[in-house]
């Protein structure tokens, strides 16, 4: 069975940093991304970040310049170095992980809070 576990949130005061990272673990073959969304309160999910398996990565516009995707393909693991942190980007975070380009699977999220 697949296992998505985030760590690293916390309570930050803006303008500082975290650094989220989620492992895989389980009988995983095929991964094509992994990447990290985030869902305020009263809000509809949203993308951040993904990495390919061939370390293509893309950034939603409102994280550009101060959020930095990496992964660790040995340990199945991805982190988000997460700098400049302001109020708006409270938010639970969760990891997603696409294998085979026909799965998706999804950690139980990791919430950032950001005080300003």
């Known amino acids: 069975q697949v296992q998505l576990v985030e760590s690293g949130g916390g309570l930050v005061q803006a303008g500082g940093s975290l650094n989220l990272s989620c492992a895989a673990s389980?009988?995983?073959?095929?991964?094509?991304?992994m990447g990290w969304y985030r869902q305020a309160p009263g809000k509809q999910r949203e993308f951040v970040a993904i990495?390919?398996?061939?370390?293509?990565?893309n950034y939603a516009d409102s994280v550009t310049g101060r959020f930095t995707i990496s992964r660790i393909n040995a340990k199945n693991t991805v982190s988000l170095q997460m700098n400049s942190l302001e109020p708006e980007d409270t938010a639970r975070y969760y990891c997603?992980?696409?294998?085979?380009?026909?799965?998706?699977?999804w950690g139980q999220g990791t919430q950032v809070t950001v005080s300003s």
């Open positions: 990495i390919t398996s061939r370390d293509t990565v």
């Open positions: 997603k992980m696409i294998v085979r380009n026909t799965m998706d699977y």
């Open positions: 389980g009988n995983i073959f095929g991964i094509n991304a």
